[in-house]
């Protein structure tokens, strides 16, 4: 029996009947293709010279619907950031009916993050009511990245619909990490330039390369994100895994004072003290920088949770507070403002 989606996309060929039906022809140049996960539909984006084609159907049947938009009008989004990351956004329309197609990467399925999983999403709408979201399989998706932003550059359109400009050329060959001379901040960013280096590699699987860049921006002082990137790879995949070379980078994430890595940092390194993971196993660094990813890293209400459930599960949590409270009555005001600064620059060896 067909789906419910498959019905209704299969009625919009009959309400809308302007738009015209014919898959993507030979002259045509593909930027995505993708089959939706479950079922035998596939969703297509092609380019003519003037032209963004999207449709929708079975691989080896007349497509169900397609939708063409002039490269000059196409409502095209840019977006860009760490970890889950929506490269391009594509909206078709019909009448009131949406069809945006985000295409990026994240996570995925991989429990070690030993690269980003790239994915498609269609989700349709009418007016402000979401009638369909679909995925697509990941191992289905051909993707030509910023071959639509170049088709609309080759129109002479340079920006996307949020006024961004588009990028001047497509993903390039990486250097070498060696030949880059020193990484750069990037204007309004947070980022760096080798942070956005090691962000394409780690989208095409080049683990290694990845690590280099983000090791390299470490190094000279980007310590956020990269040098959490580094930890967690060198921690958590088996591939790349230097306990030594984690715990350092999470002791710089932990003691520095960004607040969107900083408290993860702390629980990562207070971890790895805890469970002796790499470390030595010490309690009392345990306890130090367990605290700090649940209390005391930042003055804001920015924490690590699992880093408290750590912290709160620690068999002597209670009597190391006491501890050390009696360490610090008893230190000089100087000192005692080095240790208890949420940016104290070590944590305490023993008490």
């Known amino acids: 029996m067909p789906s419910v989606v498959h019905l209704f996309l299969t009625s919009l060929a009959i309400l809308f009947p302007s738009v015209a039906f ?14 939706i996960a479950g079922k035998q539909q596939r969703v297509n984006l092609c380019l003519t010279q003037d032209s963004a084609i999207y449709s929708y159907g079975m691989a080896d049947a007349p497509p169900e619907l397609t939708l ?35 295409m990026g990467f994240d996570g995925g399925d991989d429990p070690y993050l030993s690269s980003l999983a790239e994915y498609t999403r269609l989700t349709v709408t009418r007016g402000d009511t979401q009638l369909a979201a679909l995925e697509c399989a990941p191992p289905t998706i051909e993707r030509a990245y910023d071959r639509i932003a170049g088709a609309m550059r080759d129109v002479g359109r340079d920006k996307d619909s949020n006024v961004q400009t588009l990028p001047e050329e497509g993903w390039q060959p990486l250097p070498p990490v060696s030949n880059i001379p020193e990484c750069e901040r990037v204007p309004n960013s947070n980022a760096d330039t080798c942070w956005d280096w090691g962000s394409i590699a780690e989208r095409h699987g080049q683990t290694a390369d990845a690590i280099a860049f983000y090791d390299k921006a470490c190094d ?21 895994r230097d306990y030594g070379k984690a715990a350092d980078r999470f002791r710089l994430v932990c003691e520095d ?8 940092g702390c629980k990562y390194i207070g971890w790895m003290h805890h469970t002796g993971t790499g470390q030595m196993k010490d309690p009392q660094l345990a306890w130090y920088y367990l605290n700090r990813a649940c209390f005391t890293h930042n003055d804001g209400q920015f924490i690590d949770a699992e880093g408290c ?24 005001p100087l000192c005692r403002w080095r240790w208890a600064a949420p940016t104290a620059p070590k944590p305490f060896a023993a008490i």
């Not at 014919?22 to 089959?35: E, S, W």
């Not at 002039?70 to 009131?96: H, M, N, Q």
């Not at 990269?226 to 790879?233: A, I, L, P, S, T």
């Not at 709160?312 to 009555?329: D, E, G, T, V």
Request: with cysteine; hydrophobic share 35%.
């Open 22 to 35: 014919a898959r993507c022809a030979d002259a045509t140049t593909p930027a995505l293709t993708c089959q």
């Open 257 to 264: 004072d960004d607040i969107g890595t900083g408290p993860y």
């Open 68 to 102: 063409t938009a002039k490269l000059t009008d196409l409502d095209y989004r840019r977006r860009d950031g760490a970890g889950s990351t929506i490269d391009e956004v594509v909206t078709f329309r019909s009448g009131d009916h949406a069809f945006q197609i985000d």
């Open 309 to 332: 459930h750590f912290l709160a599960n620690m068999p002597s949590s209670h009597q190391m507070a006491q501890r050390w409270a009696i360490k610090l009555r008893n230190m000089s």
């Open 220 to 240: 000279e002082g980007f310590i956020s994100p990269n040098c959490y990137y580094v930890g967690k790879f060198r921690l958590l995949n088996p591939q790349f």
